[in-house]
Nanobody
Framework: QVQLVESGGGLVQSGGSLRLSCAAS????????MGWYRQAPGKQRELVAF???????HYADSVKGRFTISRDNAKNVLYLQMNSLKPEDTAVYYC?????????WGQGTQVTVSS
């Protein structure tokens, strides 16, 4: 079974930074993608960024140049460094791991950016 545990959310002022972590465990070696999604109140969950097993990376246009996704392969930890945060980045952030057509999700961590 796959387990994903996020940490690192919190309250930050506009322009500030946070780093999210996602510790993955279980049978994850053959994953297709690992990534971050977010869901703001009243909105659908949306992709933030993901990294493929080939190490290719994709970012949503809204976070390009501000967020950086990275993975520590030895520790099986996924990171999301978020800089220049804006109030519109406020959301619950979820770690995602996809194996073939199956999605695994963490419990989510709240990020709140005050103006």
């Amino acid at each position: 079974q796959v387990q994903l545990v996020e940490s690192g959310g919190g309250l930050v002022q506009s322009g500030g930074s946070l780093r999210l972590s996602c510790a993955a465990s279980g049978r994850i070696s053959n994953f297709n993608t690992m990534g971050w999604y977010r869901q703001a109140p009243g909105k659908q969950r949306e992709l933030v960024a993901f990294v493929m097993r080939s190490a290719s990376i994709h970012y949503a246009d809204s976070v390009k140049g501000r967020f950086t996704i990275s993975r520590d392969n030895a520790k099986n930890v996924l990171y999301l460094q978020m800089n220049s945060l804006k109030p519109e980045d406020t959301a619950v952030y979820y770690c995602n791991l996809r194996i073939v057509f199956t999605d695994f999700w963490g419990q989510g961590t709240q990020v709140t950016v005050s103006s």
